[in-house]
């Protein structure tokens, strides 16, 4: 619901503040006061376009804002956010300044933003019917959801059905052709992996295979140095050689000294302690020289051992410069490729199983799609009786709607177009909404179907502008009555010169048009009670004091409901 609206140097009006609330609200004045530029505003804060023409003489720029509660619009606090904008306490600020030189500025939450997601933004937010205006019932895409709100089950339940299975078929016909369109490139990618993978196999590299080889590789280049210092270190600890110290080397030594160390250690706990030693020492030795024997009967001498190693090494180098950087990064590489081959060799059988999906979907949405007209057209021709029977009562008599819906390619919504065609006399043929009326019939006719789909219709605010144009008498009553009715389902702002249309309203604003001889200016006044007994007396015979006007405006009112 909009709340507040403020306008600065917009046309005649010099400044102005209207707050808005929720029911019927209706403005009134003199023509050329300037009453109609509550709706040229709203066109601005609208994102419609902008014209220096409309800032008041003298002025530097013309403003409007608006503060609109919007609780509960989540695609509208969405956009906000998204734009940098804030919204405070449910609370969206809209404002749009034009200057004397025809720049415009848009601005939403506090941020400037492009006009464009002002359009965006009010879309949801307020309708508006004009002498000129393009309602959003002009628009196919609002004339096929209007008609679906208005069919109720019938419709919703199909569509239910209808929008998951048509999802699922463009995601299968875009997987198909994908499929399809990639064949060469898949054919590339598939001899590339299977070219991959037979390198690697060839080798077949085994995990941590790399370390190993490389140590044994150190092993076999330094064979010659390792067995001959192991044979060195062998007879010093055994006593083979002339370098060994004393005449049997260092085992025998050792165990020698151990004997003498045991023949007397009975004598003393502390030398049987130190003989304990020289016996663990002795006995350590003797392992030594048997692990040195051990380790060089294994020294491999083979110049073509280490040959084999070295090529090894070489193959899997290779391998890791293509598809590592490591021999993990190989071996994974080649568990992955192994899936796509799979993956890419079996895209045939895809192809063909989703072509079997595909067609079995085309199938069920036809069928969805048909049933979904059938209901259309029923809906279509129940809405032209009720709308046909507001029309009348809006001296229409002639005027008819037709909700054509056609055949066309599926689409997310099925296989329709729908469009409201109108026929404002008997013997006209339908037209479409803004070729098919003038102004005042289409404002009606707009009134007519906003009354019918009023339960239906989540647009939160309604706004008329003129809609009683070239009518008087019982039909204006019946306007006003309407536009009350509609207001116990949404926020109704209406600009009337028709007191009968007026009375009905339950708020009261009127634009007061002040000339000094050298400048025009306006201001917005609300009325209550006599004020507004004063105004539709004026509105009836063009004086406020006339003392018959003012008795037929308080029948007006009474007949209301607001005497």
């Known amino acids: 619901m909009w709340r507040h609206l403020e306008l600065r140097s917009l046309g005649v009006i010099e400044h102005a503040e209207l707050p808005l609330e929720a029911g019927f609200t209706v403005i009134t004045g003199e023509t050329g006061a300037g009453k109609t530029m509550v709706v040229t505003a709203l066109g601005l804060l609208r994102g419609e376009r902008s014209d220096a023409a409309l800032v008041r003489h003298g002025a530097d720029q013309a403003r409007v804002e608006a503060i609109i509660d919007v609780a509960g619009r989540s695609q509208v606090l969405g956009a906000v956010d998204d734009a940098g904008g ?64 208005f069919a109720g089950a019938p419709v919703t339940d199909l569509l239910a059905q209808y929008t998951p299975a048509y999802q699922r078929w463009c995601e299968v016909a875009a997987r198909i052709d994908l499929l399809r369109s990639a064949s060469q490139e898949r054919a590339r990618e598939l001899d590339a992996a299977q070219h991959g993978l037979t390198e690697i196999d060839d080798v077949a590299p085994v995990p941590g295979e790399d370390a190993e ?72 030795l003797t392992d030594l020289a048997g692990d040195l024997a051990g380790y060089l009967s294994g020294v491999d001498l083979d110049p073509a051992g280490l040959a084999t190693v070295q090529e090894r090494r070489a193959q899997l180098t290779q391998l890791q410069r293509k598809y590592g950087p490591d021999l993990d990064d190989v071996l994974a590489w080649a568990d992955a490729a192994r899936h796509r081959v799979l993956e890419l060799a079996g ?25 979904l007209s059938d209901a259309r057209r029923e809906a279509g021709e129940r809405l032209a009786v009720q709308v046909g029977a507001e029309l009348e009562a809006l001296s229409m008599k002639s005027a008819r709607l037709v909700v054509d819906v056609r055949q066309a390619e599926l689409g997310s919504t099925g296989g329709d177009t729908v469009e409201l065609l109108f026929a404002a006399n008997s013997g006209a043929p339908p037209r479409p909404l803004a070729k098919g009326a003038s102004g005042g019939e289409l404002s009606r006719l707009m009134l007519s179907l906003e009354v019918v789909l009023a339960d239906r219709s989540d647009v939160p605010t309604l706004v008329f502008d003129e809609v009683d144009a070239g009518i008087g008498g019982r039909a204006a009553v019946e306007v006003g009555r309407r536009l009350a009715a509609l207001a116990t389902n949404a926020q109704v702002l209406a600009v009337t010169h028709l007191p009968q249309v007026a009375a009905f309203a339950r708020h009261h604003f009127r634009v007061l048009k002040d000339d000094d001889g050298n400048v025009t200016s306006s201001s917005v006044v609300r009325l209550d009670g006599q004020d507004r007994v004063d105004e539709l007396a004026r509105m009836l015979a063009g004086l406020e004091d006339s003392s018959a006007a003012q008795q037929h405006a308080r029948e007006l009112l009474e007949l209301a409901g607001h005497a």
């Not at 449910?90 to 500025?105: P, T």
């Open 213 to 284: 080889l490389e140590a044994v590789e150190s092993r076999l280049a330094y064979a010659e140095s390792l067995a001959r210092a192991a044979q060195q270190a062998h007879d010093l600890l055994v006593g083979d050689v002339e370098q060994a110290v004393g005449p049997e080397g260092a085992g025998p030594m050792v165990a020698q000294a151990t004997a003498e160390l045991e023949a007397q250690a009975h004598h003393d706990p502390e030398l049987a302690t130190l003989a304990e030693r020289a016996r663990g020492l002795s006995v350590s």
């Open 347 to 371: 895209d045939d059988d895809t192809v063909a199983g989703l072509e079997i999906e595909r067609d079995q979907l085309h199938a069920q949405l036809l069928q969805l799609a048909a049933d």
């Open 86 to 149: 804030v919204v405070d306490d449910d609370e969206l600020v809209l404002a749009r300044a034009v200057s004397a030189q025809g720049r415009s500025r848009a601005y939403a939450g506090g941020t400037s933003v492009p006009a464009g997601l002002l359009t965006q933004l009010t879309d949801e937010l307020v309708a508006v019917h004009g002498q000129s205006d393009q309602h959003r019932l002009a628009r196919p895409a609002h004339q096929r959801a209007a008609l679906d709100a």
